[in-house]
Structure formats: C-alpha cells, structure tokens
C-alpha cells in the first residue's frame, strides 16, 4: 500500500524511439525519439499535470503509462510494481487500478452499445458477473450526476459534456486508483469543460482518486493539478507547482506557453481613452 513515502506511480527514465520507414535504400532508417529520459512521481489522492504543445510527447507517455505501448527503455511502476515486466494475465488484473479518460467524448464511446454495456466493459474484462456490471454502472453513474436509468440509452442521446460524465463513470468503476486523462476537457464548450474540471475535482475529493492529467491547456491544469511537468522535444524542461511554474518560469519554453495563454486585456488606444476620460 502507499504511504506519504512512496508514490502510487513512479515514472523512471522513460524512453521511447519509433522507427520510421526507410527513406533511402542504402541509408539506415530514422528514428523518432518520442520521449527521452522522462521521470516523475505521483503520490496517492494528487495530480499531476503533463503540458506541452502538440508533438511534445504527451499522448506517448499516457499509453506507456497506461501499459498501451512497450518502452525502448525505463520503467513505469504502480504501487512498486513495474508495470511492462508484469505476465498479461497479472496485468489485467492490474488494469483495475489504472483507467483512461480519452481526449474525445463522440469517438470514444461505441455509438452502437447502450450506456450500461460502455460504463461496464472493464468489468466484463475482469470477469464480474453481469448483474455485479450492472449495479456498479449505475453507482458510478450517478456518482457523475447521470440517472440509473441512463444506462439504457444509447451515446446519441447526451451532450457532448454528459458523453464525458460518461467516459468518465467508465473509468471509475473498477475503482481505480489511478486515471490517466488525456485531453478530457479539449473538445468540450469551455462553460462544459468547468463543470467537468469541477466534477473531477470532486471525485478526488470524495475517493482520493489520482490523476496524470494531460493538456496543452494550462488553466485547465492550474485548476486541478498539484504539481506541473512541461514537456518539451520528449523531454521534461521544468517541473513544479502550477502557480510557482506559470507566474515565475525559468525555462523559455515554459514561458512561451505561459505567454499564450489567451488573455481579455482591453486594447491599448481603448486603455489610454479610458485613461483620459472625464470623471
């Protein structure tokens, strides 16, 4: 079990290459170095947040997290427990612990599956009984603010941000201890994406749960993440906590995002009108 010690995940030196397809007949293959010594530490009932721009390495470290991908080198241990060296059947079982929230709420729900079977299929792959699924569905169900009677229908029937509650309820209902969420909020109207930011946060307040949250967006992790990596070139350029981070950057690329963050600020020629005008 974690204790304040030991970090529920520990990420060690974490590398991965892809081999792209020859170029030249006589000339060797080159190689993408998606991620190049990444390291990082999650302590149980925290979140941490993964930014950077597109091509950064994200989404390849939430698969190599997620046990989805083989590294070319390192280590991803859950509880001490390195995860790519487990036998299949053992990390199956593993599987309960760790679930994935995907960036898209249309694509990544089965349009052709009732709600009941979707939230369920983790179970299923863990061999619960049918009616163990069913009653799990509807508590996490309504732990996300749906209705039992949800499970029924069918994913065309909700918005884009109950497909999301949705998703959601999937990955909590083998109780994981960790859920890796991958662009939860991207594709979501931003007055959707606080509810959802707001119900995630609820969630680890009510069932300690941990999150590696990963987005380009930084005030979506300011809101709910402990601690902050920017990842830059497959490599983790500066590391902290978010308010620290994104009010006094040392890298320059931490300050470039910084810098991007769309801002309402009143024109110039307005603030000086402003300035000048009668009281």
């Known amino acids: 079990?974690?204790?304040?010690?030991?970090?529920?995940?520990?990420?060690?030196?974490?590398?991965?290459?892809?081999r792209l397809p020859r170029e030249k007949l006589l000339q060797p293959a080159p190689v993408v170095h998606a991620l190049a010594g990444v390291s990082?530490?999650?302590h149980a009932g925290r979140s941490l947040g993964v930014?950077?721009?597109?091509?950064?390495?994200?989404?390849?470290?939430?698969?190599?997290?997620?046990?989805?991908?083989?590294?070319?080198?390192?280590?991803?241990?859950?509880?001490?427990?390195d995860l790519h060296t487990l036998a299949p059947a053992a990390l199956r079982r593993a599987r309960r612990d760790f679930q994935m929230v995907f960036q898209d709420p249309y694509g990544s729900l089965d349009p052709r599956q009732k709600v009941a079977r979707i939230v369920a299929e983790p179970l299923?792959?863990?061999?619960?009984?049918?009616?163990?699924?069913?009653?799990?569905?509807?508590?996490?169900?309504?732990a996300v603010g749906l209705r039992s009677t949800d499970l029924d229908k069918y994913p065309h029937e909700f918005s884009g941000g109950q497909r999301q509650r949705i998703a959601i309820a999937r990955a909590l209902v083998t109780r994981p201890r960790l859920i890796v969420a991958d662009?939860?909020?991207s594709a979501l109207d931003v007055s959707v994406q606080a509810q959802v930011l707001n119900l995630m946060q609820d969630l680890q307040e009510r069932h300690g749960v941990t999150y590696m949250l990963i987005s380009h967006d930084l005030a979506v992790?300011?809101?709910?993440?402990?601690?902050?990596?920017?990842l830059h070139h497959g490599q983790i350029v500066e590391q902290?906590?978010?308010?620290?981070?994104?009010?006094?950057?040392?890298?320059?690329?931490?300050?470039?995002?910084?810098?991007a963050i769309p801002r309402i600020d009143p024109p110039a020629s307005t603030a000086a009108m402003a300035g000048t005008a009668p009281a």
């Open 221 to 230: 992790v300011h809101h709910l993440c402990d601690d902050v990596v920017v």
């Open 40 to 42: 990082f530490e999650i």
């Open 124 to 142: 299923a792959a863990q061999g619960e009984p049918r009616a163990v699924q069913r009653e799990q569905a509807a508590d996490v169900l309504a």
């Open 240 to 259: 902290g906590p978010p308010g620290r981070l994104f009010s006094d950057a040392k890298h320059p690329y931490t300050r470039t995002l910084v810098q």
């Open 51 to 81: 930014v950077g721009e597109s091509g950064s390495g994200k989404s390849t470290l939430a698969r190599l997290v997620m046990a989805l991908d083989t590294p070319t080198s390192g280590t991803v241990a859950l509880d001490g427990h």
């Open 1 to 18: 079990m974690s204790t304040v010690s030991t970090p529920l995940l520990r990420v060690t030196g974490l590398t991965r290459d892809y």
């Open 183 to 185: 662009e939860p909020v």
